[in-house]
């Protein structure tokens, strides 16, 4: 069982920048690839990017390329996003996940775990 709280959210102009963080429960948070995706209102869920185990790899959504990174901290249980470059069309419910097969995966579906969220706004 892994619990997943995402903290870092909040209002910002565009242009501006904020780092999403994740807290992770449980002992065997390093078996895990961590996700984040988002959800704008009247919108579907957007995978935004993922990152492996280890750290060493990560996947980043075309929309976002460039702007976000991910990174983690397998000592402390956390996972980051870090968003650069806002657009107001970045607005939207981030979601931290968590999946425990290697395989990628950009479908909300198939990670095993996720958090409440965290709203972003994005001011023009």
């Known amino acids: 069982q892994v619990q997943l709280v995402e903290s870092g959210g909040g209002l910002v102009q565009a242009g501006g920048s904020l780092r999403l963080s994740c807290a992770a429960s449980?002992?065997?948070?390093?078996?895990?690839?961590m996700g984040w995706f988002r959800q704008a209102p009247g919108k579907d869920r957007e995978f935004v990017g993922r990152?492996?185990?280890?750290?060493?790899?990560?996947y980043i959504a075309d929309s976002v390329k460039g702007r976000f990174t991910i990174s983690r901290d397998n000592a402390k249980n956390m996972v980051y996003l870090q968003m650069n470059s806002l657009k107001p069309e970045d607005t939207a419910v981030y979601f931290c996940?968590?999946?425990?097969?290697?395989?990628?995966?950009?479908?909300?579906?198939?990670?095993?775990?996720w958090g409440q969220g965290t709203q972003v706004t994005v001011s023009s």
């Open positions: 990152i492996n185990r280890t750290g060493g790899s990560t």
């Open positions: 996940t968590a999946r425990r097969s290697v395989v990628i995966s950009t479908r909300w579906g198939e990670y095993d775990y």
């Open positions: 449980g002992r065997i948070f390093d078996s895990y690839d």
